[in-house]
């Protein structure tokens, strides 16, 4: 994970990649698990959260899935790799994903209620 977020900070604002990264926070929760947040912009300027963590197989549930309740997730992915991860946020390209049974999850959340619109010149 320590690879993936330095990613996110060197690439923060970087219009050249499939999504651009607007804000990063890493996060450790109760149990030790780490996770990174990351808040990013479409193409098309929709506005998407991002939850990235290891995936938890050891109970059946996922870890990264804890605090999502007000957002609502529009895609999941499960990478074997940070390589494979860093190809989807930069390229956009999901065939880098991996069959595996773990690896990192990778949550697209839309915020909930319509919040996150960039809109530009911004209302009055």
Do not use: C
């Not at 890493?26 to 506005?47: C, P, S």
Request: aromatic share 6%; glycine share 8%.
């Amino acid at each position: 994970m320590k690879t993936t977020y330095e990613w996110l900070l060197h690439n923060m604002g970087n219009e050249a990649n499939y999504l651009t990264i607007l804000n990063v926070q890493q996060q450790t929760n109760e149990v030790g698990i780490a996770r990174i947040d990351v808040m990013a912009r479409t193409e098309d300027f929709k506005v998407v959260n991002l939850v990235i963590g290891p995936e938890d197989t050891g109970n059946g549930a996922n870890s990264t899935l804890e605090d999502t309740a007000e957002k609502s997730i529009s895609a999941s992915y499960l990478f074997s790799n940070e390589q494979s991860v860093i190809t989807y946020l930069s390229e956009g390209q999901s065939a880098a994903m991996d069959t595996a049974r773990s690896g990192i999850r990778l949550l697209v959340l839309e915020p909930a209620d319509g919040a996150g619109e960039i809109t530009f010149p911004p209302g009055r």
